[in-house]
């Protein structure tokens, strides 16, 4: 399946920025912003007994029918598979369906997949619930911060290997190219969820990964104005096995409007992922000299457990952090109340500044004891620091630390 991972190549910005302005389908009517194709269906000349849908091909303007293709999405598409450096992308109605999707398109009932055990929340539930609790596929979880660990949960009957680097929230890193040889010599399929890092900051395939997905709501859409997700493939048999299911089987694909925005949204993701990583960096640094903080959690700490890892694998550390407020859950509600620049919400990478609870938000469905196996606490904060002015941020968080305290926050002036 493969010959040993691959090295990540080092792009230059420039480079990128100019691959995320260019559009994935040129308007015919030189359009420099491509049109939204509302359309759900298409004319055709005439009928053909021996058409297939194997035989409409978008790429040569060859359209059937919305949920098959469409001109909007096949052009975001198109994007997508250029910034992840893949040679096929499919957009999905949420990052929940391109997860979904791409488990799917890899196994069957009686097949075993190794995962990260500091996943996304509602990955977990997915995979117990679905494909463990409904499917019949067994899914053994392990603390991938260490290959050796994925090594040993591997068997014969395994046929994925899922990964998610950066975690959520506590920024867990996973050696991907050691993994991806893990996976290569099983004979498996590797999978790795990008969302936290975007392709701007970190490429999978290049590593060896044979998947990468996006929950595209985040980073790439970069508003918080829409709902979606994305699956990037360099395998021809893996992206017909993705997009049979995403336009026969299931129709989980994108809306037009929908990629109309996302699409619009890649255009400034390289700037917006620099002011991200930029005042990230600096909160991280703040953070870690308070005395009211009893952990922070950044790659780019040097202070991270992981933090040489990054510098190999990433080509820069993310905009989001979490911190351990020095104190228990009353402590945390004082803090998110004091709050008044950042927002209290669910989801991220969007260009405002938003902070949430893992304990009583994203992660409460794992229950108190799955949450302290994994170290997520009462206390735990998760910021996903937007573009605004640092100082502004730093100034909000000294505001919470302080009402935790019960203390005056000190001046920052103008």
């Known amino acids: 399946m493969r010959s040993g991972h691959r090295t990540v190549t080092m792009e230059p910005p420039a480079r990128f920025d100019t691959k995320a302005v260019a559009n994935g389908l040129e308007a015919p009517t030189g359009d420099v912003v491509p049109p939204v194709h509302l359309s759900s269906t298409y004319r055709l000349p005439g009928i053909d007994p021996e058409l297939s849908l194997e035989d409409v091909d978008p790429d040569q303007g060859e359209w ?27 957009a999905f109605s949420s990052g929940t369906a391109a997860i979904a999707t791409a488990i799917m398109a890899v196994v069957e ?75 290569a010599d099983a004979g498996a399929r590797f999978g790795v969820d990008n969302t936290f890092a975007s392709p701007y900051f970190q490429r999978p395939l290049g590593l060896g990964a044979d998947m990468v997905v996006h929950s595209t709501t985040k980073y790439l859409n970069g508003h918080s104005d829409g709902i979606g997700g994305a699956v990037v493939v360099d395998d021809e048999g893996l992206a017909e096995s993705v997009g049979f299911l995403q336009q026969v089987a299931l129709g989980n694909a994108l809306a037009p409007f929908d990629s109309y925005l996302l699409a619009r949204g890649l255009k400034t993701l390289p700037l917006r992922m620099r002011q991200h990583e930029a005042n990230a960096r600096e909160l991280a640094a703040y953070l870690e000299a308070h005395d009211g903080v009893r952990a922070v959690h950044y790659p780019g700490l040097e202070s991270h457990p992981q933090h040489e890892l990054a510098r190999e694998q990433m080509l820069g550390y993310g905009g989001i952090l979490s911190f351990e407020i020095d104190g228990d859950v009353d402590d945390a509600a004082r803090f998110f109340a004091a709050l008044e620049t950042m927002t209290l919400a669910v989801s991220l990478g969007g260009v405002e500044t938003l902070v949430e609870h893992p304990a009583t938000m994203t992660h409460e469905p794992l229950g108190p004891e799955r949450r302290a196996a994994l170290g997520i606490t009462d206390s735990l904060v998760r910021v996903s620091v937007g573009v605004e002015d640092v100082a502004d941020l730093i100034a909000d968080v000294e505001r919470g630390l302080c009402a935790v305290e019960e203390a005056e926050p000190i001046p920052t002036g103008d």
């Open 64 to 90: 059937l029918y919305s949920r098959l293709s469409n001109p909007t999405r096949h052009g975001l598409e198109r994007q997508l598979a250029t910034l992840e450096r893949g040679e096929r992308a499919f």
């Open 109 to 183: 009932p009686g097949d075993h997949v190794v995962a990260f055990d500091d996943l996304y929340a509602g990955t977990k539930r997915m995979l117990d619930r679905l494909f463990e609790g409904q499917l019949g596929v067994d899914v053994d979880y392990v603390d991938a911060t260490d290959p050796d660990n994925v090594a040993a949960a591997v068997r014969p009957s395994t046929t994925l290997v899922w990964m998610e680097t950066p975690t959520n929230p506590l920024m867990h890193l996973c050696d991907i190219g050691a993994i991806a040889d893990i996976a």
